[in-house]
Every structure is written in structure tokens, then in C-alpha cells.
């Protein structure tokens, strides 16, 4: 399995009461902390389908402590301690078209895994609403994070914005995942950093003029 450096994360209920350690613009809010599919916002962005690419799927250690004892390794979500035993884990790359847009990691019940995921090549979302069950996403946080792989394969250096949330059917935790997004889709967004996006913006402004008396 890949694994991340986590630079800092924030919980999304602390993140009501401070600021991010780093300014994020608008765009970037609504992809992050929004409840909407990513599956649909990079196809509608990209104007091309999904296409999961299976990076590993295996039994995960009952309790998933930081990665290899490094303190500067991204640990599970915690989250993740909410799901039944024993679990498994998933990392996929998302490319639309020949570009990686993304990459998500999920942990599941294994029994729940068998169920939900057969079709191993298809986005979660789409196998989870493929008989169209209801569901409800819930953001727990965001940081950013940096990774040798993700710079290879994003071409692009980092640090990444990244995320993780669960999906909660009839009241029940039924998966957490951690999601990591291309600077690539700055080309749609805009800049992340929000520092950017306003001297951007305000290169543009036309200066406001009052005719003289």
C-alpha cells in the first residue's frame, strides 16, 4: 500500500471555530468540504468519465496505528475505528481521459466491501448507488499532504489538498475514505491558495471612475 506525509490536518468541527493553516480559495472550499460526489464534480470539470485504475485492495491491521511508527505518516482517519472488524483497504487512482485527476484510499468492513464492491474497477460512488439506496456523505476533515508518488504520477509538486469522509447508510458508518486531488484542476478552479486567487482577480478589476461635476 502507498503511503502519505501528512504536513497538518484539521477536523472539519474545529475547522468551524479557526482558519485554515493555509488560505484556500472558494472553488477549492466547495470541493473539499462540500457533500457532492467528486466522482461527478471531475467529470463535469474534465467533460470526461471516471476511470478507476486499482492501485491495492487487502485486509487492514485490526488496529491501524501510524503507518510504520513515523509521526509524520498520515495515520487512519479516526474514524476508521467506528467501522466493524475485520477491515480492508482500497487505493485507486481517478484519471479522466489520459490525466490523474485524483487519488482515494477507503476502509470497509470486509463483509460490507464483498457486497458493495464487486465491480472493483468502478467508482464507489456508482457502486454504492447503483440500486439507487439512499446515502449520506459526511466531510470530517481536510489537510494537505505530501508524497514522492503523488509528485511522479500528478506531475506536479506538492503539497496536495487532501480530505476524508464517511458514507452512512440507515444511521450506520458504511465506509471512510481519504481522497487526494491534482493541482491539475486549478486549470477549472483556479489557484487553491486564495492569496493567489484574489491577486489574480483583482488583476482584471478595472478601476471605478466618477465624471467630474
Known sequence: MLHLHQLWGIGVETLALEA??????????LL????????????????????????????????????????DLAPAPPEV?????PLLRRQVWLRCGDQTLAWAESWWNQHQADAHLQQRDQPIW?????????????????????????????????????RHYRFFRAGQPLTVIREVF????????????????????????????TASS
Open 182 to 209: 491534482s493541482p491539475a484542476l486549478e486549470r477549472w478552479l483556479g489557484a487553491a491558495d486564495d492569496t493567489i486567487s484574489n491577486r489574480s482577480s483583482s488583476a482584471f478589476a478595472r478601476p471605478v471612475t
Open 81 to 85: 475505528s467506528e467501522l466493524a472488524l
Open 126 to 162: 456508482r457502486s454504492l448507488t447503483s440500486n439507487r439506496a439512499e446515502l449520506f456523505r459526511e466531510v470530517d476533515g481536510v489537510a494537505q499532504v505530501q508524497a514522492a508518488w503523488l509528485e511522479q504520477r500528478f506531475g506536479r509538486p506538492g503539497p496536495f489538498w487532501c
Open 32 to 71: 473539499l468540504l462540500g457533500d457532492g460526489s467528486p466522482t461527478r464534480h471531475l467529470e463535469s470539470l474534465s467533460g470526461l468519465p471516471v476511470e478507476i485504475e486499482l492501485i491495492g485492495m487487502g485486509p487492514e491491521p485490526n488496529t491501524p496505528p501510524l503507518l510504520a511508527g513515523d509521526p
Open 20 to 29: 485554515l493553516p493555509v488560505p484556500l480559495s472558494g472553488p477549492w472550499r
